[in-house]
């Protein structure tokens, strides 16, 4: 195959050049148009005064921007460089991880956004309220080595920001910026009325303050939520973006599944704020009993509710140590998008969620030029994402 036989002949090829792809069918957001498209220094081009250095036949077969990841959580330094090499394989070049802390996100920051690796944004430091989530996964981690054993008794300012006053906020707000972060987290669950079992996360009035801060210093901020009433509270609050699809968390509460529902007023709203939601939906494969209930009465609802009013939906699993390519069929398994409408949401919606001011996620003129081939049309059968035959990352070739 001529693809494979010009991979070898252009790994490991400097930027500075210009490549011309023929014969591809390229996407633009709902279908595959046939093209010819140049790569110029690493952006891409339908035309230039420069000569060509190589031409590339892609044999018909059809090209994708990049996969991302809008939820996980690298936290396992040790094994940085397997998360890289997953993550590429499966043709994630993206990964924002929404919620992490110095300790471990600067020694991941130091191994990725090269021309190798995914491009990583986190978010450092979440907000939470005392006793609240995610302190029990800082203890977890302390218990298995990964942590310092000082931090499960006194984890504030060193993994996580727990606050319970606008003082508190301010007292911390230094140290957020000073570890660099992408965006703000705050942790909300259960917010309206505790659940049995579970810590609440931060105090819901507290939520504007934050937002405030943030926006004010050009920071997103995401918001954890589980129910109906934290998603209220996070889109009334501000914040740019909901970790979470509405019903995480109901597999150990089937009993109270109406409080999941999100009105149609709250999608509404999150709609005219230009809300992002993530899916996060692999959780339903570790309830198998209880998924098909869940979906119907949760979150198949909740989802249509939110495309009808066209809030903006971005892919991610919250599935730790693996790749957002499953949440692909968990979505498309709902039946209420179609694959061109999956395959939109991963590589062009989700791309720009996590780096909004790059031009990525797109595979035009101007654009970054980085993409995936596939033997297959995945609008067509959504198995082809995973038969990748070439992966080029601004220009280069990813081996």
């Not at 090209?63 to 959580?73: C, F, G, K």
């Not at 499960?152 to 996580?160: E, G, L, Q, T, Y």
């Not at 609050?237 to 009993?255: L, S, W």
Request: aromatic share 8%; hydrophobic share 45%; glycine share 6%.
């Amino acid at each position: 195959m001529r693809i494979l036989f010009s991979l070898i002949l252009i790994a490991g090829a400097a930027r500075a050049e210009v490549v011309e792809y023929r014969n591809g069918r390229w996407f633009d957001g709902h279908r595959f148009v046939a093209r010819t498209i140049l790569s110029v220094d690493g952006v891409l081009a339908n035309a230039t005064a420069r000569p060509v250095d190589r031409v590339i036949s892609l044999d018909g077969k059809f090209v994708i921007p990049p996969l991302a990841e809008a939820h996980n959580h690298w936290l396992e330094p040790q094994s940085i460089a397997e998360y890289n090499r997953r993550y590429l394989a499966d043709g994630v070049f993206y990964v924002m991880d929404q919620a992490n802390m110095p300790y471990v996100a600067d020694r991941v920051r130091a191994a990725t956004n090269k021309d190798d690796t995914v491009d990583y944004a986190v978010a450092m430091l979440g907000f939470t309220g005392p006793g609240g989530h995610p302190l029990e996964v800082v203890r977890q981690f302390v218990d298995m080595g990964v942590l310092p054993a000082a931090w499960k008794d006194d984890p504030d300012r060193h993994a996580v920001l727990v606050v319970s006053s606008e003082r508190d906020i301010d007292e911390r707000w230094p140290l957020l910026r000073a570890a660099h972060t992408d965006f703000v987290k705050v942790f909300l669950l259960y917010s309206g009325a505790p659940m049995a079992g579970f810590d609440r996360g931060i105090d819901p009035a507290l939520v504007p303050a934050i937002v405030k801060r943030a926006h004010r210093d050009g920071l997103r901020v995401s918001a954890h939520v589980y129910d109906a009433n934290d998603f209220r509270v996070a889109v009334r609050a501000g914040v740019d973006i909901v970790a979470h699809m509405p019903g995480t968390g109901a597999g150990e509460h089937a009993d109270q599944l109406a409080r999941y529902r999100i009105t149609d007023a709250d999608a509404r709203l999150a709609a005219r704020k230009g809300v992002t939601v993530i899916t996060t939906l692999g959780w339903l494969e570790e309830v198998p009993e209880l998924a098909p209930r869940i979906e119907r009465e949760v979150v198949i609802p909740n989802l249509k509710l939110l495309l009808r009013h066209r809030v903006r939906i971005a892919i991610g699993s919250d599935q730790f140590r693996q790749t957002p390519v499953p949440e692909l069929f968990i979505l498309a398994r709902l039946g209420v998008v179609s694959n061109a409408e999956i395959v939109c949401m991963a590589t062009m919606v989700t791309p720009r969620v996590i780096f909004p001011r790059r031009k990525i996620g797109a595979l035009t003129a101007g654009s970054e030029a980085s993409f995936l081939v596939l033997h297959d049309d995945p609008t067509r059968s959504l198995g082809a994402v995973r038969e990748i035959l070439l992966r080029v990352k601004k220009g280069r070739i990813v081996p």
